[in-house]
Nanobody, 121 residues
Framework: QVQLLESGGDLVQPGGSLRLSCAAS????????MGWYRRAPGKQRELVGS???????NYANSVKGRFTISIDNAKNTVYLQMNSLKPEDTAVYYC???????????????WGQGTQVTVSS
């Protein structure tokens, strides 16, 4: 059993900052990568940023220079530091992890339940 628990979503004013956290727990043998996706009202889910266990990062163009993703391998936790937030960043943010769990022969994707980020004055 694997669980991804997200935290940090909130209501924030434009220009403000938030830090999201996501901790993976359970029967985990190895994590290859973790990341954040978001789904805004009326839109499809999109990648925000991802990071491999070795620290290689990838960002959506819309968040480059404003968001920073980081990983704590010892804690199986990924963070998303969001600065200079805009109203268009409003969405439900989902944590994702590609990992190998006990009893599995290959890596699979796991998802958190999502945390709401609202950017509004």
């Amino acid at each position: 059993q694997v669980q991804l628990l997200e935290s940090g979503g909130d209501l924030v004013q434009p220009g403000g900052s938030l830090r999201l956290s996501c901790a993976a727990s359970g029967s985990i043998l190895s994590i290859a990568a973790m990341g954040w996706y978001r789904r805004a009202p009326g839109k499809q889910r999109e990648l925000v940023g991802s990071i491999t266990r070795g620290g290689t990062t990838n960002y959506a163009n819309s968040v480059k220079g404003r968001f920073t993703i980081s990983i704590d391998n010892a804690k199986n936790t990924v963070y998303l530091q969001m600065n200079s937030l805009k109203p268009e960043d409003t969405a439900v943010y989902y944590c994702n992890s590609r990992l190998l769990s006990v009893g599995s022969a290959s890596y699979s994707d796991y998802w958190g339940q999502g945390t709401q980020v609202t950017v509004s004055s």
